[in-house]
DNA sequence: CTATCTGCAAACCGTTTGCAGCGTT
DNA sequence: AACGCTGCAAACGGTTTGCAGATAG
């Protein structure tokens, strides 16, 4: 089962892209890998403002703009929003979102490819890519 | 005008909950059953506009909210756009979608339930819903 | 005749861009 | 010292709202 990325992990990443490191962006990383749910630009911002003064909200939209790039994040789909970004999802991987509290976790979902060939051989499609997610209420939430 | 008899079964359910039957949603039922993609509220009110002078593109966005409301149309994802619209899936019906000209088709998909199962039980989470979509080449677009 | 529907214009809001100065390398 | 990065303000574009007149029932 392959671990969480860290944010050295990530600020070496970018280094190797050849951005820079900077504070804001220390912070930006940070934020999204120490929190278990999708975020949107504006609430990145909110809680970056807080640690560092004085950052703004075009230098979140850029950061994720780059981190999206370099496949460290992804921008997740769900029926209210489509403007949150996650940690990306690495090989197989696939989301389980909390509809009452927003935590994400990821699944290992690689036995979809029988399902995909019927559906290719049926439709006459070339199919190159899938999108699988799967919403309810996480252990916590469903207590109540 | 030929009569598509989806459009007068939409129109018909529409007044049966209290919507009256108007020019504009005609031509608008009329475009989204007639199209074999997902179209944006633009792109309706460009092609309806041609058809019926003067119709307006608030309109196409309160009749969309309305056919949404109903279960008639669904908002369709994709990677680079969340705001296109599409006869919405029945039963157990997943979408299938080509990159190249956007054509969309239903396929069927109720053996996701094993998988669901699988996750469920190893997660915590009562699953409630799920999104499946695949993307791909459809055959016309597949020959070029 | 009444309540809904209409299109227009303006407001709205999330996102992007231009820019001059700052900070990393 | 060079060039990317920054935040601000303004621009942008899709969507929503307010409104007065039109129209279905």
Chains 1, 2 share one sequence.
Not at 8 to 16: M, N, S, Y
Not at 73 to 90: D, S
Request: charged share 25%.
């Amino acid at each position: 089962m392959p671990e969480n990325p860290s944010a050295v992990e990530w600020i070496k990443l970018l280094q190797d892209s050849g951005y820079r490191q900077t504070a804001s962006r220390n912070t930006i990383v940070e934020i999204i890998l120490e929190t278990d749910r999708a975020l949107e630009p504006l609430e990145i911002f909110e809680i970056g403002r807080k640690r560092q003064k004085g950052l703004g909200l075009v230098t979140v939209y850029r950061t994720l703009e780059r981190l999206e790039a370099l496949g460290l994040v992804q921008r997740v789909h769900q029926p209210g929003a489509c403007n949150m970004y996650l940690r990306a999802a690495r090989g197989h991987e696939h989301l389980l979102i909390c509809t009452a509290c927003g935590k994400a976790e990821f699944f290992d979902g690689d036995d979809l490819s029988c399902l995909m060939d019927r559906v290719a051989e049926k439709s006459g499609y070339q199919i190159t890519d899938h999108w699988f997610q799967l919403f309810g209420l996480c252990a916590d939430c469903n207590k109540k």
